[in-house]
């Protein structure tokens, strides 16, 4: 078992920025692609981002690109979220999630492992 623990979500003003942290304790991190979602209120849970066991590869949904980027700390068994720039739209509870493998995915039911969220409002 993987347990992940989201923290840094908070209230911020547009334009501003946020660093999320996900925390994995339990397996070895190792191998595992980490991904970040969000889900907006009445919405359906998205992806946002994902990074590889090695760091090496990235991938973003297109409304995140150039704002965005997620990155990990494998000795710290971390991935983090940094937000720039953010708009109202962003508004969401962000999730990440694990799998061990070393492509990624875009859909929720290829992910294993779930933390419980932290929520970013953003106001206009």
């Known amino acids: 078992q993987v347990q992940l623990v989201e923290s840094g979500g908070g209230l911020v003003q547009a334009g501003g920025s946020l660093r999320l942290s996900c925390a994995a304790s339990?397996?070895?991190?190792?191998?595992?692609?980490m991904v970040w979602f969000r889900q907006a209120p009445g919405k359906e849970r998205e992806f946002v981002a994902a990074i590889t066991w090695s760091g090496s590869n990235t991938y973003y949904t297109d409304s995140v690109k150039g704002r965005f980027t997620i990155s990990r700390d494998n000795a710290k068994s971390t991935v983090y979220l940094q937000m720039n720039s953010l708009k109202p739209e962003d508004t969401a509870v962000y999730y990440c999630?694990?799998?061990?493998?070393?492509?990624?995915?875009?859909?929720?039911?290829?992910?294993?492992?779930w933390g419980q969220g932290t929520q970013v409002t953003v106001s206009s």
């Open positions: 999630a694990a799998k061990y493998s070393s492509q990624f995915f875009v859909t929720e039911s290829s992910y294993n492992y």
């Open positions: 339990g397996r070895t991190f190792s191998g595992y692609t």
